[in-house]
């Protein structure tokens, strides 16, 4: 049946994770490729997922956020004291956990440091990364949990460092500026921003991305043979969420159901949420699946 998402470990919770899509992305890295390629790597679903599956044993991870990509710093380089780190905070919060949230949230803002911000998204609402307009971490707590056990924690954040291994490479820089560098040999995965929250500063996100300047960035990809994959876009029942890529990139295009949306639940409809994924029609015939293909990854997902 493949990979499975329930095998395949996360470093911490992130709303917005590529994590359920991951096993049907990966479908699509061509046999030629040497090493994938994450401009907005986030949680690094993607990359995690392929490096368990075998597919590639390189790596390029990068984000405009800064911090998280400190926190991928320690993740890769020194997950046991992050661990360690994170063990400390965890038993220190009992009897005192919005207090405690609170104060570590205080102190990110201020130090910005990697373990504070593991914490946070282990605690907080959605495990979602907000901002105010004054570029504070102000998400609330999750009353409803205390956050992943330490044990678990270690052992998650130790399994996707030996996955991906040491020399990884990690960077914070402008996405376009990854993309100039990407080759032949990579596979590129890009998961920008949701559309609607981009030009300016956005209190749920560091930055947001420009939609005709990324149609031009994919354009460029084309034009040099570089291989990529994109979700961009969705739907919620009769709900769309953003707009398609435009026809002229001739992409494939598939949705994959990645569950029923929570919100409808609550309102008492039955509404099931699919993402849209885009893969370029890249020269590697080996490795680029077809229509069928992609039905069947599809069902594999709703299955797992």
Same mark, same amino acid.
């Given at each position: 049946?493949?990979? @499975?998402?329930?095998?395949?470990?996360?470093?911490?919770?992130?709303?917005?994770?590529?994590? @359920?899509?991951?096993?049907?992305?990966?479908?699509?890295?061509?046999?030629?490729?040497?090493?994938?390629?994450?401009?907005?790597?986030?949680?690094?679903?993607?990359?995690?997922?392929?490096?368990?599956?075998?597919?590639?044993?390189?790596?390029?991870?990068?984000?405009?956020?800064?911090?998280?990509?400190?926190?991928?710093?320690?993740?890769?380089?020194?997950?046991?004291?992050?661990?360690?780190?994170?063990?400390?905070?965890?038993?220190?919060?009992?009897?005192?956990?919005?207090?405690?949230?609170?104060?570590? @949230?205080?102190?990110?803002?201020?130090?910005?440091?990697?373990?504070?911000?593991?914490?946070?998204?282990?605690?907080?609402?959605?495990?979602?990364?907000?901002?105010?307009?004054?570029?504070?971490?102000?998400?609330?707590?999750?009353?409803?949990?205390?956050?992943?056990?330490?044990?678990?924690?270690?052992?998650?954040?130790?399994?996707?460092?030996?996955?991906?291994?040491?020399?990884?490479?990690?960077?914070?820089?402008?996405?376009?500026?990854?993309?100039?560098?990407?080759?032949?040999?990579?596979?590129?995965?890009?998961?920008?921003?949701?559309?609607?929250?981009?030009?300016?500063?956005?209190?749920?996100?560091?930055?947001?991305?420009?939609?005709?300047?990324?149609?031009?960035?994919?354009?460029?990809?084309?034009?040099?043979?570089?291989?990529?994959?994109?979700?961009?876009?969705?739907?919620?029942?009769?709900?769309?969420?953003?707009?398609?890529?435009?026809?002229?990139?001739?992409?494939?295009?598939?949705?994959?159901?990645?569950?029923?949306?929570?919100?409808?639940?609550?309102?008492?409809?039955?509404?099931?949420?699919?993402?849209?994924?885009?893969?370029?029609?890249?020269?590697?015939?080996?490795?680029?699946?077809?229509?069928?293909?992609?039905?069947?990854?599809?069902?594999?997902?709703?299955?797992?």
């Amino acid at each position: 049946m493949g990979l @499975r998402t329930h095998n395949v470990p996360q470093a911490f919770p992130y709303q917005g994770s590529k994590r @359920r899509l991951a096993p049907v992305i990966i479908k699509y890295i061509p046999e030629s490729a040497r090493r994938l390629v994450e401009p907005f790597a986030g949680s690094a679903a993607v990359s995690v997922a392929a490096a368990f599956a075998g597919n590639v044993n390189e790596f390029w991870l990068n984000d405009a956020h800064r911090a998280l990509m400190a926190l991928w710093q320690r993740i890769i380089h020194d997950p046991d004291e992050l661990a360690a780190a994170y063990m400390g905070l965890w038993q220190s919060q009992h009897g005192r956990e919005r207090d405690f949230y609170n104060q570590v @949230r205080s102190d990110f803002n201020t130090s910005q440091k990697p373990e504070l911000l593991l914490f946070l998204l282990a605690r907080c609402v959605k495990a979602a990364i907000r901002y105010n307009r004054r570029g504070e971490f102000n998400n609330s707590p999750d009353h409803r949990r205390k956050g992943m056990m330490p044990g678990t924690m270690k052992d998650s954040l130790r399994l996707v460092a030996e996955a991906l291994g040491s020399e990884t490479k990690l960077t914070s820089v402008d996405y376009k500026k990854v993309l100039a560098e990407a080759t032949v040999t990579d596979f590129v995965f890009l998961d920008p921003p949701y559309q609607g929250v981009g030009g300016g500063r956005d209190n749920r996100y560091i930055s947001g991305v420009d939609f005709d300047e990324f149609v031009c960035e994919l354009e460029s990809l084309k034009e040099r043979e570089i291989p990529f994959a994109v979700s961009y876009d969705g739907r919620t029942g009769d709900k769309v969420h953003g707009h398609k890529l435009p026809d002229h990139l001739n992409l494939y295009h598939a949705e994959v159901l990645v569950g029923r949306s929570t919100q409808a639940t609550l309102l008492g409809r039955s509404e099931e949420t699919f993402e849209s994924i885009y893969v370029s029609r890249h020269p590697d015939p080996t490795g680029m699946p077809g229509r069928q293909s992609v039905k069947g990854a599809r069902e594999e997902l709703l299955f797992a």
